[in-house]
């Protein structure tokens, strides 16, 4: 495993670190994986997202009780039922100094809805919107949309003028392998800015000395490294090289607890982690099938689902750090029904007989993608699974590989079997109906179906669950909606995934449901 010569390197970075600001208050982060890019618009993925949100704000955002409150907008209101008043905060500057207007917001709503953006879901709902003063804007939706506040949270605003100056007025597109200036340097409005970026190695980030709020950190530096191998993470920690260390690797929790120098915190995170199936093409691109889609049939669905193991799945591979669902939202999320989490039953035979009904009895081969270095034991998940189906006759070609390579791959649909996570960010049921479950659309409708499932009822259900004030009407049309999507067996739902941070004993961090890490709430001791 090569723990001790990767330690032996990585106290080298933090030694150096810590020698080229010795006054300064270093935190230090040790992750499994990295930001694949510092472009706010660029990756739809919590990581990328908690990244860049220490270093660029939205207008609404979540407090340290995860309750929504005001960022670069100070207040806002519904003015009709499709818009919306913006009150944009004053005298409050880029890191380059540049005041933030109005101006900066309606182009990264255009960024943000454009070509190469993976976050599209976030700004699909909005027809336009119109400046009033510089300070001062409406947002205008397609139709009225009441959980606009809590959808834009992780809508990012960009600088206009350094965009337009540094060639960065599109994203960085990781699925065409397109670069520019915003993957590697930043200028936002947040509490920390960029100073360093090596990707996949380490990154380094400063206070913002013109940054318009209450910081209430008293760290200087964070220097946020990547240290993929599970051992070497924890012995970093351990050793005191590090401060923070996330994900805890579920076979290390309680020995981390016992050795007394750090703190686990635990909590369940609002992420469901599922497989979807390319359910679009007439041939699979990756399967000895030819001339059909196995995937088509919901029969082949069904035995795939019913082939998993999850209680040895929970139990063996996640030692009880995941509870298993059977729905694509955990009971944390608006819009959950008890009555539906109920997943089919392990049955390797009904499994067998469900492919053989559906022309395979012999089972088929297919290749499986999955990150390696996302999800907590997300590799070992997939390993579980593709064990699982092999009692059932279908071989599984495993293809697990860092996230860098991984999203491109399957965000470009390249696929034909696949693990994805998904946090609901807004807390709302609508946050998984639209951009996971919703047939791939314009304005980010299923730009994270994968597999391209669809189905025409739960659309106009959707479309229709946005706009609904109502809230007996509206739970209902999302019970109607979600019994549609399991009945279909649009995708496979595993379990909801729980947090395991560890933290060196003196440091004091919020830990958000949905895995992220506002480093202007951390302290660090001595």
């Known amino acids: ?125 909005i027809k336009q919107i119109n400046k009033i003063d510089d300070h001062t804007i409406d947002i205008v939706t397609s139709q009225p949309f009441p959980i606009l506040p809590d959808l834009i949270t992780n809508w990012y605003i960009m600088s206009k003028k350094w965009c337009e100056a540094n060639q960065a007025t599109r994203p960085v597109d990781r699925r065409k392998g397109i670069e520019n200036a915003a993957s590697f340097r930043t200028n936002g409005t947040g509490p920390f800015r960029a100073r360093e970026r090596q990707p996949n190695v380490r990154s380094v980030f400063t206070r913002s000395p013109n940054y318009w709020g209450k910081i209430d950190s008293n760290v200087d530096e964070v220097v946020f490294n990547v240290v993929g191998n599970d051992a070497t993470r924890v012995a970093a920690l351990l050793s005191g090289e590090v401060d923070v260390m996330e994900p805890v690797p579920v076979q290390d929790v309680e020995r981390i607890k016992r050795d007394g120098k750090a703190n686990v915190l635990q909590g369940p995170e609002l992420r469901v982690v599922f497989l979807g199936m390319d359910q679009k093409r007439d041939e699979l691109q990756f399967s000895n099938i030819k001339g059909k889609n196995p995937f088509k049939d919901k029969r082949v669905r069904q035995a795939f689902y019913q082939a998993i193991d999850i209680e040895a799945i929970r139990t063996r591979v996640m030692r009880n750090s995941a509870i298993p669902v059977a729905l694509m939202i955990p009971p944390q999320v608006r819009g959950y029904a008890k009555d539906l989490d109920k997943r089919l039953p392990y049955d390797t035979e009904a499994a067998k007989k469900l492919l053989a009904e559906a022309g395979y009895p012999n089972g088929f081969e297919v290749k499986m993608n999955c990150p390696n270095d996302r999800y907590v034991n997300d590799s070992d998940i997939c390993q579980a699974v593709a064990a699982n189906l092999a009692r059932i006759g279908v071989k599984i070609n495993l293809e697990a590989e860092t996230k860098a390579s991984y999203f491109p791959k399957i965000l470009r649909r390249d696929t034909s079997f696949y693990m994805l996570g998904w946090v609901a960010s807004t807390v709302d049921v609508h946050n998984v109906l639209f951009p996971v479950m919703g047939t791939p659309g314009e304005g980010g409708r299923g730009q994270f179906n994968l597999g391209a499932y669809s189905n025409p009822k739960l659309d106009e259900l959707t479309d229709k669950i946005a706009s609904e004030v109502d809230d007996g009407k509206r739970m209902a049309m999302i019970h109607e909606a979600m019994k549609l999507h399991q009945d279909d067996i649009g995708h496979i739902p595993l379990h909801q995934q729980t947090l395991n941070w560890a933290v060196r004993k003196g440091v004091t961090v919020v830990q958000l449901p949905d895995n992220f890490m506002p480093w202007k709430f951390i302290q660090v001791g001595k």
Request: hydrophobic share 40%; net charge neutral; charged share 20%.
């Open 1 to 125: 495993m090569h723990t001790k010569p990767r330690l032996a390197a990585l106290t080298a970075s933090l030694l150096l670190a810590a020698c080229l600001s010795a006054q300064a208050v270093t935190l230090r982060i040790a992750n499994q994986g990295d930001a694949t890019s510092l472009d706010p618009h660029s990756l739809q993925e919590s990581l990328q997202l908690t990244v860049t949100g220490n270093v660029y704000e939205p207008l609404v955002t979540r407090g340290a009780d995860f309750k929504l409150t005001a960022a670069l907008a100070t207040d806002w209101k519904q003015t009709s039922p499709t818009v919306w008043r913006f009150n944009l905060r004053k005298n409050v500057q880029f890191h380059d100094g540049t005041p933030f207007t109005a101006d900066d917001v309606i182009f990264s709503y255009d960024r943000a809805r454009g070509e190469g953006s993976d976050v599209k879901s976030y700004v699909g709902q």
